[in-house]
């Protein structure tokens, strides 16, 4: 949701210019800041940012993007194997036209999947497919070069209008990366699914994308570090394989599908399910990020007040009944419609409830945020704020 002035917005941000009464009451009541979810050095990523707010310091714990979803996907990685996140893509030209091809529908896109691991069957290569867009490629480390580490991959959505030749994988492993992604525009360029999404006026996934690897995770468990069970309700194979990663419960919702149509009243009702077997709850939404990402003002104003109605709004409503309760409001990170990709930008919070006397914000947002009680707060110390308990 984080974002910068925009003229279209009278010159405010989209959190301050969109109609957020919930968001508003949580902050004039609670007490808050400014947040940097991304360490300082780190790529600005959902992973990263997501692992900060639960309360893991992504310098220590962060083991790639790749591997988190292979966890939420229920692919086991051997010790000598990396996970790379795969995205789907429209390349024109030598250019990335969109990250996500069309945000292409999960039914065709397995089906693209499955033809790419065909493919591949005989070289140590495996496709897996995910949702919409996302998928994963699994590979054996003695394939990437003397040093996996070292490989350094560009997220798609970072390059929007940029020639994909400046931005391949570099590194050891790099050319093995960048032939298997040009050998993939050979063989999607000309595939029915394309053919059929073309001729209906839709951008075609021509091309994959590999980036975020990573070899299997060592994190401690959220009960571990905190005492408390818990729940995460998202439609991202990446929240969800964190969520799996740490011991937390992460269910499907009915509807939720990361991106502008999800079911924002399932995932409030969800979480509140969530709290009757549970002590802890996290929500997540994509919306608003893809709308960044796209660059679009209506839809991010539009996923924002559908947020505050129905997640804050419902919440909020449903936690009446509990006499003792604390909810921290935030977004994981900016994505600034002029930019169109995420940034390292401090982000407002609020911490609301049982034991948090207001401060002097009077909204939520970027300004606001700024008054707030809380100065030069890091992603990692927001949940020992909210649960006042000292890392374990």
């Known amino acids: 949701m984080g974002d910068y002035p925009h003229e279209a917005f009278e ?7 969109a109609r957020t009464p919930n968001m508003d009451r949580l902050a004039l009541e609670g007490r808050g800041g400014l947040v940097r979810t991304v360490p300082k050095g780190m790529i600005p990523s959902s992973d990263v940012a997501n692992l900060a707010l639960l309360g893991y310091n992504p310098k220590k714990y962060f083991p790639g993007r790749g591997p988190l979803e292979a966890i939420s996907m229920g692919v086991s990685l051997k010790d000598d194997e990396y996970a790379f996140r795969c995205n789907l893509v429209t390349v024109w030209n030598g250019e ?20 790419l691991n065909a493919a591949f069957k005989d070289r140590g290569i495996r496709f897996y497919p995910g949702v919409s867009y996302r998928h994963l490629m699994v590979v054996n480390a003695s394939l990437l070069g003397d040093d996996p580490k070292k490989i350094t991959c560009v997220p798609p959505h970072d390059i929007l209008g940029q020639p994909v030749e400046d931005y391949l994988p570099k590194g050891p ?9 040009e050998e993939s ?13 073309i001729d209906l006026g839709e951008n075609p996934s021509n091309m994959i994308w590999l980036w975020g690897q990573g070899k299997n995770p060592e994190l401690p468990s959220f009960k571990q570090r905190y005492g408390l069970t818990g729940s995460i309700i998202s439609a991202v194979d990446l929240i969800k394989g964190i969520a799996k990663a740490v011991g937390l419960a992460s269910p499907n919702v009915p509807g939720a599908t990361g991106y502008y149509d999800t079911n924002y009243l399932n995932k409030a009702r ?10 802890f709850v996290f929500i997540h939404v994509e919306a608003a990020d893809e709308a960044g990402h796209n660059g679009d003002r209506a839809e991010k104003i539009k996923a924002i007040e559908q947020f505050d109605e129905k997640i804050v709004g419902t919440v909020m409503e449903g936690l009446k009944k509990y006499p003792n309760k604390r909810v921290l409001l935030a977004p994981d ?3 600034p419609l002029e930019l169109r990709t995420h940034t390292s930008d401090p982000v407002p919070f609020v911490l609301w409830g049982d034991g948090f006397e207001a401060d002097e914000m009077d909204s939520f947002s970027e300004d606001s945020g700024k008054q707030g009680f809380y100065k030069n707060t890091k992603g990692h110390e927001l949940m020992n704020l909210l649960l006042e308990k000292e890392h374990r």
Do not use: P, Q, W
């Open 11 to 17: 010159d405010k941000t989209a959190l301050a210019f």
């Open 333 to 335: 990170h900016a994505t």
């Open 96 to 115: 990335m036209v969109d990250y996500s091809a069309g945000h292409i529908r999960t039914e065709e896109s397995r089906v693209v999947i499955e033809h």
């Open 173 to 181: 492993g790099g050319k093995f990366l960048t032939d298997i992604m």
């Open 185 to 197: 525009n050979i063989i999607l360029k000309n595939h029915e699914i394309n053919t059929i999404r």
């Open 270 to 279: 969800y979480a509140l399910g969530a709290l009757d077997a549970h002590d």
